[in-house]
């Protein structure tokens, strides 16, 4: 199934659930991320996600659909992807 | 349609993307904005946004779907639209 995270995590976790996410997904904007993944992968990533976070402060929002050609994606601007092996 | 929005703006710009993306959809994390679209509207909404943004520093990524059934929504944590009142 294909995915779009997005989260909003204090300051003080925001390094270690980048890297986490980064393990699963594509990392596509300051604190967004896309890309295929099972079932099984998608809750090893929860899991993982719900370890680091705290539930009370910070905020996990995940779309999910059967299928990427349902979603259009259209990028305004600079692609940070393209930045992403320099940091 | 239903879009989901996501920028990274300089912190000088942000208060008025905000303000901006708020007028046409609905916030529902930190950065992150999702609602049901007219395709003139969103025309609209861009236009408004490529004003606000720098184009060379700032990003707006936009994931559009023709049916929001299509995509299934999963909140971890805070929900942050609950506090939207009173910001």
Same mark, same amino acid.
């Given at each position: 199934m294909y995915v779009i995270l997005v989260y909003d995590i204090g300051e003080k976790r925001v390094a270690k659930m980048l890297k986490h996410c980064r393990k699963y997904l594509n990392w596509i904007q300051n604190s967004v991320f896309e890309g295929e993944i099972t079932e099984v992968k998608l809750k090893e990533m929860l899991m993982g996600a719900r370890a680091i976070m705290n539930e009370e402060q910070d905020s996990v929002i995940l779309f999910k659909s @059967?299928?990427? @050609?349902?979603l259009d994606k259209e990028i305004i601007g600079v692609e940070r992807s393209n930045i992403d092996n320099f940091l």
């Open positions: @059967r299928n990427e @050609r349902w």
